[in-house]
């Protein structure tokens, strides 16, 4: 179920939005509500809803008394997390650590595999989630979000919650899903403890901040009576607990304390008539004990290029020793530019406050209306330089210009290797992003440092950041692979793990890009498996080699009938790449074959679909 759609020029601002949109989700429910039933009152918008009993007679009622028994320690708590990336699954796991050594009985769970039961049932519940595309659920949180929109949807009078959400506030839909959640769980009478939080891109600090306070208000909610043991004492869960520790060198690299890597190779991968630049790098993991499964991805510490910080630094008319204080850290201006901020993408916040500053038509114009497709055309091709020349006569401190910068976010890479078939190191596949605005020369910031600032040896901080939602299944089972351009990169992964470990699992590959001479990433290495039998199908989609533009998604609808066939076989279909257009397309294309080889309408391929996603066989990682 969708939530009530806002046209743009709603006199309502988004927090209002999302609580509207959860409140008016949930009126069915309390319409059908039997008398005695709990009934949310409006509170503020966005803030708690209060939760009163309603009598036979339909007469308001004093709030229902605590239980007289209070139960021994805080009782259970039940952590959901949705993810599309493995962030939000991250900071779950923080807050069942932390949870556990307040004393809760915690159950984590993955929105995908969670149930409405677990969540109505719940007495205290924490739910960290994270928005995907235009303020759209993670792809694993999808059929749970529809059951709790959904006009069947219990009422959750018993259960008290807290919600994480994270987010990216260069897209309209910030937290979107995480204020679609929260509003639902207060609309159906849950009780919120502490108000949401909305953590940006750089959403470790904001999260640090917040689970404390969300714990502590989860401890000091009502609890539910202790549950009855199921265990004998005598067998205690240190042992679990404990395990970790026998690995201490691979537990101390991670998200905090990044590994410094050295990248051992780059090479170009496309042709020298290619659009694109796409590279090969392979990293090496030393003696670190890092370890990484298929699917995973690889967090890169981008640094700023030199030339953009010099420039930066000229314009503030500063020297760059200048010492500043950021969040109780004191650094160098220099430092902070070219480590901790963002200058390729200029934050909405600066746009807001250059307009204010400068008094520049267009920009006030664009900051007043809200309209933001025209601010992101506006903004497209533009960094932070841009910004602070919108006004040459502008004058700006450097604790002005940090105030208002976005910090510096790692880059997560899909990884293109097998631990098993390339140990002690990580692959990448990345297109280098080069192009030229208002007469300056601009470049990924994360893509170019890899491709031009890393030689010598140079260490580059990395970290694993596991997707356990983009797992291979069992070895002897058939895989379809859609993957174009540099979304190939987990798939040659898959492709050297299953080779690695003797699968004899059927492998369908799609992949495709603009030209076959200069564009066909890995092509040795797949005309080797296709002929060793390891790739049991490779379909190709070259858009330009032809008049009419072939695209992967084309193949897949050249090949439904046995794509069908695949599926009905048990195969698990894998998407990787852009999530804007391919993404998209692809689940078009899946549905229609769905549609068309199952003598199915729109509403049995959907569910059709729903049920490979419930069962795991449709994963994608798109960005």
């Given at each position: 179920?969708?939530?009530?759609?806002?046209?743009?020029?709603?006199?309502?601002?988004?927090?209002?939005?999302?609580?509207?949109?959860?409140?008016?989700?949930?009126?069915?429910?309390?319409?059908?509500?039997?008398?005695?039933?709990?009934?949310?009152?409006?509170?503020?918008?966005?803030?708690?809803?209060?939760?009163?009993?309603?009598?036979?007679?339909?007469?308001?009622?004093?709030?229902?008394?605590?239980?007289?028994?209070?139960?021994?320690?805080?009782?259970?708590?039940?952590?959901?997390?949705?993810?599309?990336?493995?962030?939000?699954?991250?900071?779950?796991?923080?807050?069942?650590?932390?949870?556990?050594?307040?004393?809760?009985?915690?159950?984590?769970?993955?929105?995908?595999?969670?149930?409405?039961?677990?969540?109505?049932?719940?007495?205290?519940?924490?739910?960290?989630?994270?928005?995907?595309?235009?303020?759209?659920?993670?792809?694993?949180?999808?059929?749970?979000?529809?059951?709790?929109?959904?006009?069947?949807?219990?009422?959750?009078?018993?259960?008290?919650?807290?919600?994480?959400?994270?987010?990216?506030?260069?897209?309209?839909?910030?937290?979107?899903?995480?204020?679609?959640?929260?509003?639902?769980?207060?609309?159906?009478?849950?009780?919120?403890?502490?108000?949401?939080?909305?953590?940006?891109?750089?959403f470790q600090p904001a999260a640090d901040a917040w689970m404390p306070g969300a714990l502590d208000a989860l401890l000091a909610a009502g609890s539910?009576?202790?549950?009855?043991?199921?265990?004998?004492?005598?067998?205690?869960?240190?042992?679990?607990?404990?395990?970790?520790?026998?690995?201490?060198?691979?537990?101390?690299?991670?998200?905090?304390?990044?590994?410094?890597?050295?990248?051992?190779?780059?090479?170009?991968?496309?042709?020298?008539?290619?659009?694109?630049?796409?590279?090969?790098?392979?990293?090496?993991?030393?003696?670190?004990?890092?370890?990484?499964?298929?699917?995973?991805?690889?967090?890169?510490?981008?640094?700023?290029?030199?030339?953009?910080?010099?420039?930066?630094?000229?314009?503030?008319?500063?020297?760059?020793?200048?010492?500043?204080?950021?969040?109780?850290?004191?650094?160098?201006?220099?430092?902070?530019?070219?480590?901790?901020?963002?200058?390729?993408?200029?934050?909405?916040?600066?746009?807001?406050?250059?307009?204010?500053?400068?008094?520049?038509?267009?920009?006030?114009?664009?900051?007043?209306?809200?309209?933001?497709?025209?601010?992101?055309?506006?903004?497209?091709?533009?960094?932070?330089?841009?910004?602070?020349?919108?006004?040459?006569?502008?004058?700006?401190?450097?604790?002005?210009?940090?105030?208002?910068?976005?910090?510096?976010?790692?880059?997560?890479?899909?990884?293109?290797?097998?631990?098993?078939?390339?140990?002690?190191?990580?692959?990448?596949?990345?297109?280098?992003?080069?192009?030229?605005?208002?007469?300056?020369?601009?470049?990924?910031?994360?893509?170019?440092?890899?491709?031009?600032?890393?030689?010598?040896?140079?260490?580059?901080?990395?970290?694993?950041?596991?997707?356990?939602?983009?797992?291979?299944?069992?070895?002897?089972?058939?895989?379809?692979?859609?993957?174009?351009?540099?979304?190939?990169?987990?798939?040659?992964?898959?492709?050297?793990?299953?080779?690695?470990?003797?699968?004899?699992?059927?492998?369908?590959?799609?992949?495709?890009?603009?030209?076959?001479?200069?564009?066909?990433?890995?092509?040795?290495?797949?005309?080797?498996?296709?002929?060793?039998?390891?790739?049991?199908?490779?379909?190709?989609?070259?858009?330009?080699?032809?008049?009419?533009?072939?695209?992967?998604?084309?193949?897949?609808?050249?090949?439904?009938?046995?794509?069908?066939?695949?599926?009905?076989?048990?195969?698990?279909?894998?998407?990787?790449?852009?999530?804007?257009?391919?993404?998209?397309?692809?689940?078009?294309?899946?549905?229609?074959?769905?549609?068309?080889?199952?003598?199915?309408?729109?509403?049995?391929?959907?569910?059709?679909?729903?049920?490979?996603?419930?069962?795991?066989?449709?994963?994608?990682?798109?960005?």
């Open positions: 179920m969708e939530l009530p759609y806002y046209p743009s020029d709603t006199p309502f601002n988004g927090e209002q939005k999302a609580w509207l949109a959860g409140f008016l989700a949930g009126l069915n429910t309390r319409l059908a509500m039997p008398a005695g039933a709990a009934v949310p009152t409006a509170g503020a918008v966005g803030g708690p809803v209060a939760t009163l009993e309603r009598p036979a007679d339909g007469t308001a009622a004093e709030p229902a008394a605590a239980e007289a028994a209070a139960p021994a320690g805080p009782g259970s708590l039940l952590i959901i997390y949705g993810t599309q990336s493995g962030n939000a699954e991250w900071i779950a796991d923080q807050a069942k650590d932390a949870a556990t050594e307040l004393g809760f009985d915690v159950t984590l769970a993955d929105m995908g595999e969670a149930t409405l039961e677990q969540v109505a049932g719940a007495t205290k519940l924490l739910a960290v989630v994270s928005t995907y595309g235009e303020g759209e659920m993670p792809d694993d949180a999808e059929d749970l979000w529809s059951e709790i929109a959904g006009p069947e949807a219990p009422r959750m009078e018993g259960v008290s919650f807290a919600v994480c959400g994270l987010g990216d506030t260069i897209y309209d839909g910030f937290c979107q899903a995480a204020k679609n959640l929260d509003a639902r769980l207060a609309a159906l009478g849950a009780t919120r403890v502490v108000d949401r939080a909305e953590c940006d891109i750089d539910a009576p202790a549950a009855a043991p199921v265990a004998p004492v005598a067998e205690p869960a240190a042992e679990p607990v404990a395990e970790p520790a026998a690995e201490p060198v691979a537990e101390a690299w991670g998200r905090k304390n990044p590994y410094p890597a050295t990248i051992i190779e780059n090479t170009v991968l496309s042709g020298p008539a290619s659009a694109k630049e796409v590279r090969h790098f392979v990293v090496s993991l030393g003696d670190s004990g890092i370890e990484y499964e298929p699917g995973d991805g690889l967090s890169v510490h981008a640094v700023n290029d030199a030339a953009l910080v010099e420039l930066v630094l000229a314009r503030l008319g500063a020297t760059g020793d200048e010492l500043i204080t950021d969040r109780k850290t004191e650094r160098t201006l220099r430092d902070a530019l070219t480590n901790h901020y963002e200058l390729a993408t200029p934050s909405k916040y600066l746009v807001d406050y250059i307009a204010s500053r400068s008094g520049d038509a267009e920009l006030t114009h664009l900051s007043a209306t809200g309209d933001h497709e025209a601010l992101d055309a506006w903004l497209w091709g533009r960094d932070v330089l841009d910004l602070l020349n919108v006004d040459p006569t502008l004058t700006i401190t450097p604790e002005e210009l940090v105030n208002e910068l976005r910090p510096l976010a790692p880059r997560v890479y899909s990884i293109s290797s097998s631990p098993r078939a390339h140990a002690g190191t990580v692959h990448l596949t990345v297109a280098a992003v080069r192009y030229r605005s208002l007469d300056r020369d601009r470049g990924g910031v994360c893509s170019t440092f890899l491709a031009d600032r890393c030689g010598d040896g140079a260490p580059i901080s990395v970290y694993i950041t596991p997707n356990r939602s983009f797992r291979l299944p069992d070895d002897d089972a058939p895989v379809i692979m859609i993957g174009p351009g540099t979304g190939v990169a987990p798939f040659r992964s898959f492709l050297h793990e299953r080779a690695a470990r003797g699968a004899t699992g059927e492998n369908w590959l799609f992949f495709g890009d603009q030209h076959r001479e200069s564009d066909y990433l890995y092509a040795e290495e797949l005309a080797r498996f296709t002929d060793d039998g390891l790739l049991t199908r490779l379909d190709l989609a070259f858009s330009r080699d032809q008049e009419h533009k072939i695209y992967v998604q084309d193949r897949m609808a050249e090949n439904g009938a046995e794509f069908y066939d695949w599926l009905e076989r048990g195969a698990s279909v894998f998407v990787c790449g852009d999530a804007t257009r391919m993404a998209h397309d692809v689940d078009t294309a899946l549905h229609e074959i769905v549609a068309k080889q199952g003598g199915l309408d729109a509403d049995g391929a959907a569910h059709y679909v729903d049920q490979l996603k419930q069962q795991k066989r449709y994963l994608r990682d798109v960005y």
